[in-house]
């Protein structure tokens, strides 16, 4: 079955960066648009960013700059680099696999100010 794992989240400073992972297996991962979204307490999940099986990038504007998402299709992993992390970067971070609508269980990223 379909399964995206999410790793990589933690407690960082304002400004500080970290790389999330997510591992994916049960489906063509090379042939997939993959794509990271966010969850803040109180407010909707929200679009990141995605990558094409052709590697091309669309990004949130909010992230634009700071964070880079790519892929790895030999290892079957997306990543999210975020670099000049914000406070309002804190959230729950998913992967997805936008055609199957599937999700990971997502890690928590928090930024102190």
């Known amino acids: 079955q379909v399964q995206l794992v999410e790793s990589g989240g933690g407690l960082v400073q304002a400004g500080g960066s970290l790389r999330l992972s997510c591992a994916a297996s049960?489906?063509?991962?090379?042939?997939?648009?993959m794509a990271w979204y966010r969850q803040a307490p109180g407010k909707q999940r929200e679009f990141v960013a995605a990558?094409?099986?052709?590697?091309?990038?669309n990004y949130a504007d909010s992230v634009k700059g700071r964070f880079t998402i790519s892929r790895d299709n030999g290892k079957k992993v997306v990543y999210l680099r975020m670099n000049a992390l914000k406070p309002e970067d804190t959230a729950v971070y998913y992967c997805?696999?936008?055609?199957?609508?599937?999700w990971g269980q997502g890690t928590q990223v928090t930024v102190s100010s």
């Open positions: 990558i094409t099986p052709g590697r091309n990038t």
């Open positions: 997805s696999n936008v055609r199957l609508n599937s």
């Open positions: 049960g489906f063509i991962f090379s042939e997939s648009l």
